[in-house]
């Protein structure tokens, strides 16, 4: 049995170091003059329960009409809402670098890091360097061929909808469309959501359980996180999602495996023109030199799965319930479309994303919906470089994490004009629009951009303007005009519901 005594002396230390700290944290601590929770500024269980809400977008809001354009969200952190500080932040010449809230995000069996969680910038240039280019927007164009057959499917089981009456989810129909348009553009297959219609595989319900303990084991202390993912793993839905993912894991292998069967047919090179093929390119050509493997090969295929349907899903479905929100934006974009298809500016069957580019007010409403709602809902923190630096006219000391919310510095009236908060399509078609861009967090910043950019904006300029062209759309419940949304990492609506009606499509005189 322990002394008494030794229990009240342990107690007294403990009450003198928190209290030491404490004391520290709230007004001695090289942050201690930036706002904030009180909590905030002695623990990192503040900014955990704040992620676990869900509700960040809208407490962030409310945090900086409080606080002021910077906020202290934990002992080391601050966020901003001053998008004229995200050059500081995250310019390629900034010198800052991803924190370890990126690690939570890594596949534990990489050889190298992947290109979102890699917090070595060198090492990550270096990497990214070699792929590059099999994801630029000429190889992504090669396979838009494939993708026309998702949008065919679509369209298809819009139609049924369309027949029986049924409100369509909308966000639900466009991340089954992502799926299988990334099956078609990185494989040269789909997975079969559109043809069946539910998330046969499981892999929407996967990244629906896993994204959220992802980012709360982000936000964590890194000492934290292997204690509460074992404790995570004793959850049954956990467990399900974990198991469901490594089917993901498994289908990704099984992929590359079967194209390497079909090289060895071939003498060497895959029939296929899709970008795995480009990916295998690169192992065949320089695979030695550049120290990439088969294991590398299979990370880019398992990234592809992972991460680049919701995100567009996202845009999507939310670009769309805004333009079918506001009749006025819905009557313009859909004149638009029906004059340029009548001129045979656009494709009688399949709209081409060259085509698509070329309409100013289309464009303009993906812009402007990329603004309006970015896909992730959580700061993108960023370890700043040892020397002192000046934001938002306060002085930010040297190696501080610091970051921004998408949605809210994408709204900053100083920059986006006091409708910052409405959606406006024609702010992107006013004189020194194109200046906007520098402030758009949606595909990242400096040399962190998303790889997928181009896939993403080839889908939305294909499959946007061909639903408005082939359906009348409008608001399940036109009193309903804002979304409701989960923010724990990705910035997921709950639903979109459309009312869907079949129309003609005005045909090339």
């Known amino acids: 049995m322990i002394p008494s005594a030794t229990i009240e002396n342990l107690g007294i230390l403990l009450a003198v170091y928190y209290g030491g700290w404490i004391l520290y944290a709230r007004w001695l601590h090289p942050l201690a003059r930036f706002p904030g929770p009180p909590l905030a500024s002695i623990s990192r269980l503040w900014v955990v329960l704040h992620v676990a809400r869900g509700k960040t977008v809208i407490e962030q809001k409310e945090l900086h009409r409080r606080y002021g354009p910077i906020v202290r969200i934990a002992p080391n952190e601050l966020i901003t ?35 979102f969680s890699a917090t070595d910038e060198q090492l990550h240039a270096r990497r990214r360097r070699i792929v590059n280019h099999a994801y630029s927007m000429s190889n992504v164009l090669q396979a838009e061929k494939y993708v026309d057959r998702c949008t065919d499917v679509l369209l298809e089981r819009f139609a049924e909808l369309a027949q029986q009456e049924a409100t369509v989810d909308f966000f639900r129909w466009a991340r089954m469309y992502a799926y299988d348009a990334v099956g078609e553009f990185y494989f040269g297959r789909m997975f079969g959501f559109l043809q069946t219609g539910h998330d046969h595989l499981g892999y929407l319900a996967a990244t629906d ?34 198991g469901a993912l490594d089917h993901l894991t498994k289908a990704a292998d099984s992929v590359v495996e079967d194209r390497i069967s079909e090289a060895k047919k071939a003498a060497g090179r895959s029939g296929h023109s899709d970008i ?26 398992f990234l592809a799965f992972f991460g680049g349907s919701d995100t ?20 313009a974009v859909l004149e638009e479309i029906d004059t340029a298809t009548a001129k045979g500016e656009l494709g009688a069957s399949h709209i081409a994303y060259n085509e698509a580019v070329k309409l100013p007010f289309l464009s303009a409403c993906i812009k402007e919906g990329m603004r309006v709602h970015p896909t992730t809902a959580l700061p993108l923190p960023r370890q700043t470089a040892n020397e002192e630096r000046l934001l938002s006219g306060y002085k930010i000391p040297g190696g501080t994490r ?14 986006f004009g006091e409708d910052a908060d409405e959606f406006c ?22 040399s962190r951009t998303c790889l997928g950019k181009h896939m993403a904006m080839c889908e939305l300029y294909k499959v946007i303007p061909q639903i408005l062209r082939s359906f009348y759309l409008e608001l399940a419940s036109p ?9 724990y990492w990705f910035y997921k609506p709950t639903a979109v519901k459309l009312k869907v009606q079949r129309r003609e499509i005005r045909r090339p005189n």
């Open 425 to 446: 399509p024609e702010r992107w078609m006013r004189p020194g629009a194109d200046r906007l861009g520098q402030y758009i967090l949606h595909f990242g910043a400096g």
């Open 276 to 301: 795995l093929t480009r990916i295998f390119d690169i192992y065949h050509d320089k695979g030695k030199s550049l120290d990439f493997e088969v294991t590398d090969v299979k990370m880019e295929a």
């Open 209 to 242: 359980v896993l994204i959220p303990v992802m980012a709360l084991a982000g936000v964590m202390p890194s000492y934290i996180r292997p204690v509460f993912m074992l404790v995570g793993f004793m959850s049954g839905r956990i467990r399900k999602a974990f």
């Open 81 to 115: 809402n001053d998008a004229r500080s995200l050059t500081a932040i995250y310019g390629a010449n900034s010198g800052s670098e991803k924190t370890d809230f990126y690690l939570a995000f890594r596949p534990p069996w990489a050889r190298y890091p992947d290109h």
């Open 402 to 415: 610091i970051g921004a919310n998408a949605p809210i510095v994408q709204s900053d009236p100083a920059v």
């Open 312 to 331: 567009t899903a996202i845009t999507m479905a939310t670009t769309m319930f805004h333009i079918v929100k506001d009749r006025r934006i819905y009557r």
């Open 479 to 487: 009193s309903e005009t804002r979304l409701e949304t989960k923010d």
